[in-house]
């Protein structure tokens, strides 16, 4: 007998990926606010709007402290799970951080106000995600345990129901299938979620992208397939390298056994105040037309909309924009050659960044990027296809390889990154701060406290309960 399918639930990005993916995390606090009543009784599962770049973001683009974000969001939002997006042992960061900054970090996620932690590692490597997870679920927080979905000849259905099964070992409370290069096609979804539901009692949430334009249908026969929540963005922010839109897929399913319930009005009224904040950002530059077209070459050279504007980018710092095709055709060679990483952050840069150097030096090899070096000795994890060995021997000669789980081998380090910053950072999140983005964030503290007035002694009281 078959299940009898629920409604659908939905998390809307629009407060983090959405704004991610097509306009930089360029999004400010304050264009936020004014629709968060709105969001608040749409009918939401759960609000993403921390995490990702938009930690990175706040300080070096928008003069906002991230944690002062997530504490006025919370209040904000009072009836919604806010979600977020770690990197499992990178944190927010590009380097492993010991257990000791992964557990405070996670800690101070949950205090300030985050409810459900979507964890990923780039290489699928679960040893990555125990502590993240562990801490989650330690405090109270919701562990949403994330598999970064790829194509590869080690990367089938089966092998992603094995990662499933082995997160749920682990004590995952939700399995994401986080398909962020929209490679995910609609039937091979509906096979995939149908198959980790015969094997994983756990609640099944999908992520994607409509890059290719197949995100509206890949959400469809997902909810066939029995999908439990899925992931869109309000329509001004919805499509190309961003989610599918919330609207057009609660309408599609209004008055079917999959009805998310949502409140289309409403969403309408939030989607009007984020219109306004597009065409500002269109305006000003910040939001590219271009993201929002259909590039189906990401089904050819499965590179996420993200990494082609960074390959971009890189081409044309070195005046070499024409080598952009041979770059795009030497990206699955790198990446076969370095045992077929997913690519998502931070192995997407590391990949990319070879490939480019690779075709701007017209050697293959000739040079690696420190990042490609690590990721060939193990410092990010296991690596889950074949490594082409001449290459390897290219890059670390006779280094020996790390087979442990990298973290295993990095001392306790919180207070060693406190002592250093004691002359700068006020609060233990400060401090966090400061060893994630040890460039970005000690010039950011710098000016906030500078700008702050002295309080008086009557103050305190008033002040207290909007920073803690």
């Not at 900054?101 to 990555?128: H, P, W």
């Not at 679920?137 to 949403?144: L, V």
């Amino acid at each position: 007998m078959e299940k009898e399918l629920k409604p659908l639930k939905i998390t809307d990005t629009i407060l983090r990926d959405a704004h991610q993916s097509q306009a930089a995390t360029r999004m400010r606090t304050e264009d936020m606010l004014p629709a968060c009543e709105l969001l608040n009784k749409a009918g939401y599962y759960s609000l993403e709007c921390w995490g990702g770049a938009t930690y990175d973001a706040c300080m070096r683009f928008l003069n906002e402290d991230p944690w002062e974000r997530l504490r006025t969001l919370r209040k904000a939002l009072p009836d919604t799970k806010l979600q977020m997006l770690l990197r499992g042992q990178n944190l927010l960061g590009y380097k492993h951080y010991a257990d000791d900054v992964v557990e405070l970090f996670v800690k101070k996620s949950i205090e300030n106000g985050i409810d459900i932690i979507r964890m990923f590692d780039a290489l699928n490597d679960v040893r990555n995600l125990q502590c993240a997870m562990k801490y989650t679920k330690y405090y109270g927080g919701i562990a949403e345990a994330a598999i970064s979905y790829t194509i590869s000849p080690v990367h089938n259905e089966e092998h992603f129901v094995e990662l499933a099964m082995k997160l749920e070992e682990m004590g995952a409370d939700i399995i994401c299938i986080k398909d962020m290069a929209n490679l995910l096609l609609p039937y091979n979804a509906f096979s995939l979620v149908s198959a980790i539901k015969k094997r994983v009692s756990l609640p099944i949430h999908l992520h994607t992208h409509n890059t290719t334009g197949t995100g509206d249908m890949t959400y469809l026969l997902a909810a066939e397939a029995g999908v439990d929540i899925v992931d869109t963005a309000l329509s001004p922010f919805a499509n190309g390298t961003s989610q599918p839109a919330t609207e057009s897929l609660a309408a599609t399913l209004k008055g079917t056994p999959r009805d998310t319930g949502l409140n289309l009005n409403v969403l309408s009224e939030a989607a009007a105040h984020f219109r306004s904040v597009a065409q500002r950002m269109k305006d000003d530059g910040t939001l590219d037309p271009k993201v929002l077209n259909v590039d189906t070459n990401t089904l050819l050279y499965q590179v996420p909309g993200g990494m082609l504007s960074n390959l971009i980018s890189q081409l044309k710092q070195a005046k070499a924009e024409d080598k952009y095709y041979d770059v795009l055709a030497e990206v699955p060679r790198v990446r076969e050659d370095f045992g077929y990483p997913p690519l998502v952050t931070p192995t997407s840069q590391i990949v990319g960044s070879q490939a480019v150097i690779n075709v701007l030096t017209g050697e293959r090899y000739k040079t690696f990027t420190k990042e490609s070096k690590g990721l060939l000795r193990g410092e990010y994890g296991a690596l889950p296809g074949k490594v082409n060995e001449e290459v390897r021997a290219a890059a670390i000669g006779d280094e020996p390889l790390i087979t442990c789980r990298p973290a295993d081998l990095i001392e306790p380090e919180f207070k060693k990154y406190k002592e250093e910053m004691k002359d700068i950072a006020k609060t233990d999140e400060d401090v966090l701060s400061c060893a994630m983005f040890p460039k970005t964030a000690p010039d950011f503290l710098k000016k906030k406290y500078e700008k702050k007035p002295e309080k008086k002694p009557e103050d305190e009281v008033k002040t207290i309960s909007v920073f803690y």
